[in-house]
């Protein structure tokens, strides 16, 4: 493994002559077409810069709400990108990645024995991700995770992480405990944080959606999370804490 690469369910080491092999995906990205979030780029932008860096699958996850602008899925299919209709929706003060989903079934999603009953009925072409579990700030399910757990096919590990501040110590321990794997995610507001954090699986036979979540299931699969740098941590926690919210009341304010 690269020194930016975590540990992961099922790793492998990494080999110079089968890095053409694998595929670069990441499962958690906002867009400004968010109805609940002020974000700065388009999800154009978000596929030139993910065609420039060798990414090869993507899901756009607006809060509870599924993007589905059918010029873009034609664009990044074009581009050889896989784009995986998707939506991070907050169940009772928890969020959850669900991929492959309609806007009609995300609207009927308000607890998580609806989530149970969707995933009952849909089966492996779903796939539900906990997005930063154990972080303190928005959504982050916590402990309530362990009485959850069966609702999710996989924990993320967080881009957020820094030296002793790592709340992703917990989410790796609850994914060896229960089988789960991680996936490392940008969870991307802004541009330039697209790129550096992802998961790598080996590239599947055709590049389906159900080829995908086959091979998020088995493994083997690499995540990529750098620590932030000391000047990137702080620029993050003034974008989180303050320009962020401000950003949010600011165009929320005016509608």
Known sequence: MSRNTQPSHKATARHATDEEDWIKIDLHIHTLDDPKDAVD??????????LSFGFRVLAITLHDAVFDRKEVFADAAAMGILLIPAAEVRLLGADVIVLNVTAEEIAQLKNFDDLRRLRSRRGNSIYTIAPHPFYIFGGSIGSRLLAEIDCFDAIEFCHFHIGLFNPNRRAQKMAARFGKPLIA???????????????????????????????????????????????????????????????????????
């Open 41 to 50: 780029f388009s999800a154009h932008q978000l596929l030139e810069r993910a």
């Open 185 to 255: 995610t940008s969870d991307a507001h802004r541009l330039h944080a697209f790129g550096r954090h992802y998961t790598s699986m080996p590239m599947p036979p055709a590049l389906t959606v159900e080829n995908v979540f086959a091979g998020l299931r088995s493994g083997p699969l690499r995540l990529t999370s750098p620590p932030s740098s000391m000047p990137d941590f702080v620029s993050a926690i003034y974008f989180v804490f303050l320009k962020h919210p401000f950003q949010v009341r600011r165009r929320f304010g005016r509608m």
